[in-house]
Nanobody, 123 residues
Framework: QVQLVESGGGLVQAGGSLRLSCAASGRTFSSYVMGWFRQAPGKEREFVAAVSPSGGSKYYADSVKGRVTISRDNAKNTVYLQMNRVKPEDTAVYYC????????????????WGQGTQVTVSS
């Protein structure tokens, strides 16, 4: 039911920055927990970051803490992932996800997923 479209990926040098965006359809975006995941070549999908419906709570994977900021603009139905000081190991397809159920940000599952956007970090 919820449509998610990621954008902002591309090629970036190690140490650089980029911002990913995820645009969502629907009237109830402000009630969704939003998350970002990534999948590197030959590896399983891993959690990156999540934000509560109001934007007041955030949770990050240990691998990206200090380098990544998740945020949202409910008026624009959009969630962002700001990535700084990127590393070659950040190379992956990045996916946006949404879930309407309240509760903890840690360890939750998500109902809706975007198609992904490629991020490639050159060494």
């Amino acid at each position: 039911q919820v449509q998610l479209v990621e954008s902002g990926g591309g090629l970036v040098q190690a140490g650089g920055s980029l911002r990913l965006s995820c645009a969502a359809s629907g009237r109830t975006f402000s009630s969704y927990v939003m998350g970002w995941f990534r999948q590197a070549p030959g590896k399983e999908r891993e959690f990156v970051a999540a934000v509560s419906p109001s934007g007041g709570s955030k949770y990050y994977a240990d691998s990206v803490k200090g380098r990544v900021t998740i945020s949202r603009d409910n008026a624009k139905n959009t969630v962002y992932l700001q990535m700084n000081r990127v590393k070659p190991e950040d190379t992956a397809v990045y996916y946006c996800a949404a879930d309407m159920r309240p509760g903890l940000l840690v360890g939750r599952t998500y109902e809706y997923w975007g198609q992904g956007t490629q991020v490639t970090v050159s060494s």
